[in-house]
């Protein structure tokens, strides 16, 4: 899942300064399971702003909607005329949602609401863990499920470095060293032998560095 948080309140004032009729776009997806921009979040955005902006002495007109996804052109379509009627819309949705919004409706100013962060896993009510880095290349079958791109501050490929102590990353104490766990793990499967192998250097191509991935199915189109 996506992980995302709100900007700061003075971020978000400076953006919108000038806006007489904003529209303020929220997201059923990701950012709405770890609390960021579903319909709750969206409605304290609305009060947050209404506040802010009277504590000015300005006015501003909000109107509000919350999307199924905001990646998607078929949840999309309903906005064709309607983001006429307004100055700019406020995505809260994950930095996805907001390019897209921008490419489907180029004559209208898109801003956004929330910082994206990562990917990640809910451990517990209102915590998120990293643990994929989406590089394109998974080597999980060789490192027992773990990823070492997303949970290795050095994204080693063979690890673990001279900097793990008693388990831990030299990085942050805190953090368990990712390849003493891809190890733990493999010994308790019986696949030890693993470790052995030596990865080749990491082609990042097929994390972006040629430019915007892609990914096409002909199965699937139209």
Known sequence: MIIAERKPMPEIMEMISGIKKLLI???RGCVAVCSAGGDKEVNIMVEAITLGKKLKGETIEIDQDVLVRQCDPEYLEPLKE?????????????????????????????????NTTFYGANLSSG??????????ACVLHLTGG????????????????????????????????????????????NLSENMRKIMPIRDWTPSGEGGPRRRVREDLLP
């Open 25 to 27: 776009l929220g997201c």
């Open 82 to 114: 309607k983001v006429k009627e307004y100055d700019a819309i406020l995505s809260m949705a994950c930095g996805v949602g907001v390019n897209f919004l921008a490419e489907q409706y180029p004559d209208t100013l898109v801003l956004p609401a929330l």
């Open 127 to 136: 915590e998120w863990k990293e643990m994929c880095a989406g590089c394109g």
């Open 146 to 189: 773990l990823c070492p791109v997303a949970r290795c501050a050095k994204h080693l490929s063979n690890g673990p470095c001279g900097g793990s102590v008693n388990g831990r990353c030299e990085v942050d104490p805190n953090t368990p060293c990712v390849w003493q766990l891809i190890y733990d793990r493999l010994k308790r499967l």
